[in-house]
């Protein structure tokens, strides 16, 4: 390691310990002594309770207790909490309640009806059997639609909230004026985030204090949530991250899980324990996107986007979770004119209740459902005015020179150079030899087709963050950060950050995270806001680090602070080779009992949020005789700012796209009339494979960001953000000579074997 930390390739440093098995899961570190927690779920997707027995089961052998949502008075709130929006009104959306265990009703199938607490999983799960549970069923509403069997009487025709943002009316107007307009129809299938590890969580009670652990992104809003339902003092509750193996935004949230560990420790005073099996996770966390929406676009006479329209309707699932009414509408909107001037614009989305598992946070929250319908949109328009798709999108590109710029959502777009990172992608993905290659593959009987998304996102999230740094006694330097990392390299790219702004030696520095009581605050993970918020802030800290040390280093030099200069981590007399460094000036705080120098909190706030963009360039082969669309070749070409770690990124781009590209072809949660969930199993719910994603060369074409320090950007979600409208673009260039003109996500095998049977009556009688 040299003395620059930043933008260099560094394996990460937490491989190492996870390859050779001492990676540290909630599951290594419940204590033996835990009980087991099992849940019993409903397993139909809409009914009325009319009988809860759980007498047999609570006297069944080995049962600890068995908790329904009687039990829960007076020791914990059943309710979830969760944010709502503005109708169009002015009005809140709908907020009915969530329980954490059903009281007189169940609405999806896999919604907590009671939990067994046994001294083994297999007693808990032989005593559910025996709980006796009888519904009245009713009718199940699962279309992404309003109207249906009412779940709520807080929302007729089941819609949640009915958002805008926009006139409506001038927008009508622009419309019919425009010189061209056009109009597509879209679905955003509904996907799960299937995280290697899944949910789980441990409680422990004292008689005290409560301790939490849980897989999670961040701890602060769980601890103030098991305070405000527990009725506890925030003081008496620690929460804690260890490893976590996923989390993809599912695991950003609470569920009910976690409080119903908490309260059954606390009951039994001992800890209880719970790790979903891969089915009941299928069944239970929350999905994302499952989107229907009709976008249309207008033009001037000389292609240029003037006007955009777009109506949404956005599933729910059967209550409200954390941030559901926010990822279609408020959060969507941050990017939704994407790369675009434009300054007319309408976006309109209802959000619905159904008889399905919530939906909430999936890598990109918002920003790839918005961006996906933008680029499919503009890649629609150029085939309708028969445009080149490229040029047509640099036609509306918001110029260099316009920046900083005010998008029509309101959003302060810092910088951006969209025809310089364009222009590096045609070159990269070889734009001009595609014409060879489809012809190669019509020889080999493959429909070869290539597709194009340029996105934008839009870093969330807090824009503060904490940061300590402590030198401990042991000669090493503790990090505390206010993240979570769940498989993205935090330890090695925020080590580097400090390395290179301090001078502590890489290897000196631990890392700490992930732990209420050591850690008073912070934001936690998601939003791609992790390195920027925090690397920030650990720049922001150490600079105050060495303010505090000046004073020492004045007495170790022998010369005024004006005399010194702090300059590649050490602290050097200016014009001459005399130099002291930080833990040089620890140490000998240390010996001179100054122990308040040794340990330094700040907290930072960036003044803008940065807009990590990029162009996607795909190509993909349909075999017409079987349906199969297979990604043959990908290219992304990235700007995301100053680069903390090229190799982490080059990572976080390969995750995002496979994700992107497992939506586009396989992925779908399927449920039946009745609201029972058809894809509950990894035989059921296709997830990409190694051999569907082909290798994916990054290349960054960077404008530093101008909204914080160091100049970077987000790079967590930006490959999903950009996959999804590449693919899907690319797959319908590849059927459009077959007379195929609507393509949707998956596009599985017997549906597009369907689409292109049936569009061309040729390659049928073939």
Not at 150 to 157: G, Q, T, V
Not at 705 to 713: E, V, Y
Request: glycine fraction near 10%; charged fraction near 20%.
């Amino acid at each position: 390691m040299t003395k620059f930390g930043v933008s260099q390739p560094v394996t990460r440093v937490e491989d190492t310990r996870f390859l050779i098995g001492k990676g540290r899961y909630v599951d290594d570190l419940a204590p033996a002594t835990a009980a087991h927690l099992w849940v019993f779920r409903s397993p139909v997707g809409h009914a009325t309770i009319t009988s809860l027995d759980v007498s047999e089961a609570a006297a069944a052998e080995g049962v600890l207790a068995v908790l329904t949502a009687a039990d829960l008075e007076g020791k914990c709130d059943n309710a979830m909490d969760f944010s709502t929006v503005k109708n169009r009104d002015g009005s809140s959306g709908a907020a009915p309640v969530y329980p954490l265990l059903a009281t007189d009703r169940v609405r999806f199938v896999g919604q907590p009806v009671a939990v067994v607490i046994a001294e083994t999983i297999e007693a808990a799960r032989d005593a559910g059997e025996l709980i006796a549970f009888e519904y009245e069923e009713l009718p199940a509403h699962v279309d992404t639609a309003p109207g249906g069997e009412p779940l709520h009487a807080e929302a007729p025709d089941n819609v949640a909230f009915d958002w805008a943002h926009g006139d409506e009316a001038e927008i009508d107007g622009i419309f019919a004026a425009a010189a061209h307009t056009t109009k597509l129809e879209l679905i955003d299938n509904r996907v799960i985030a299937n995280p290697v590890e899944t949910r789980g969580a441990y409680a422990e009670w004292d008689g005290k204090r409560l301790h939490l652990a849980l897989n999670g992104q961040g701890v602060w809003d769980t601890k103030s949530e098991l305070a405000s339902k527990l009725h506890m003092a925030p003081e008496d509750i620690r929460v804690t991250n260890p490893d976590v193996g996923g989390g993809f935004g599912m695991k950003s949230y609470n569920y009910p899980e976690h409080f119903l560990l908490a309260t059954a420790a606390r009951m039994l005073n001992r800890p209880v324990r719970w790790l979903a099996e891969r089915g009941e996770g299928m069944m239970s966390d929350v999905g994302g996107r499952d989107h229907v929406t009709t976008a249309e676009a207008a033009f001037d006479a000389e292609y240029k986007l003037i006007a955009l329209r777009i109506n949404c309707v956005a599933n729910m699932g059967a209550y409200c979770s954390a941030f559901a009414q926010y990822i279609p509408s408020e959060l969507a909107l941050k990017v939704m004119p994407g790369v675009y001037d434009v300054q007319k614009a309408f976006f309109g989305v209802k959000g619905v209740f159904t008889n399905t598992t919530p939906i909430d946070a999936y890598r990109g929250a918002g920003r790839p459902e918005a961006i996906y319908v933008i680029e499919r949109l503009m890649d629609w328009s150029a085939r309708e005015l028969g445009q080149d798709p490229v040029a047509f999108r640099r036609r509306s590109f918001i110029p260099k020179e316009a920046f900083p710029y005010r998008s029509v959502a309101g959003e302060l777009y810092d910088v951006g150079d969209f025809n310089r990172v364009l222009d590096r992608a045609v070159a990269e993905a070889d734009i001009a030899g595609f014409p060879a290659r489809r012809e190669a593959s019509a020889a080999a009987g493959k429909l070869r087709g290539l597709g194009l998304c340029y996105y934008i996102e839009s870093i969330l999230g807090a824009q503060n963050e904490s940061t300590k740094i402590a030198f401990a006694e042991d000669g090493m330097v503790d990090l505390y950060v206010g993240t979570q990392s769940n498989g993205q390299g935090h330890e090695t790219v925020f080590a580097q950050i400090l390395h290179s702004r301090s001078g502590i030696p890489f290897e000196k520095i631990r890392f700490v995270q992930g732990d209420s009581d050591l850690i008073a605050h912070g934001g936690g993970t998601g939003g791609s806001r992790s390195v920027t918020m925090q690397g920030n802030s650990i720049n922001a800290t150490t600079d105050v680090m060495v303010n505090r040390f000046m004073p020492l280093a004045e007495e170790e030099l022998e010369v005024s602070s004006a005399d010194i200069h702090f300059e590649d981590g050490l602290f050097r007399v200016r014009g001459t080779d005399r130099t002291t460094d930080l833990m040089s000036l620890s140490a000998r705080a240390r010996r001179a009992g100054k122990l308040d120098l040794l340990v330094t909190d700040h907290e930072n706030t960036v003044p803008g949020r940065s807009y990590p963009n990029g162009a996607h360039f795909v190509e993909v082969e349909v075999d017409p005789e079987t349906g199969v669309t297979k990604v043959v070749k990908y290219t992304v070409v990235d700007d995301f700012g100053v680069l903390m770690n090229p190799m982490l990124v080059q990572g976080q781009i390969h995750g995002g796209v496979a994700q992107g590209i497992g939506q586009a072809l396989t992925e779908q949660v399927v449920y039946d009339a009745d609201g029972q969930l058809l894809s509950a199993s990894f035989m059921d719910y296709a997830m990409p494979r190694a051999d569907d994603i082909p290798m994916i060369p990054f290349h960054a074409e960077l404008v530093p960001s101008t909204a914080n320090d160091i100049g970077m950007k987000g790079c967590g979600e930006a490959g999903t953000v950009g996959a999804l409208a590449a693919v899907t673009n690319a797959a319908l260039d590849a059927v459009w000579a077959a007379g195929v003109r609507r393509v949707d996500m998956p596009m599985t095998p017997v549906r597009m074997w369907n689409w292109i049977h049936a569009a061309s009556p040729a390659i049928a009688a073939e």
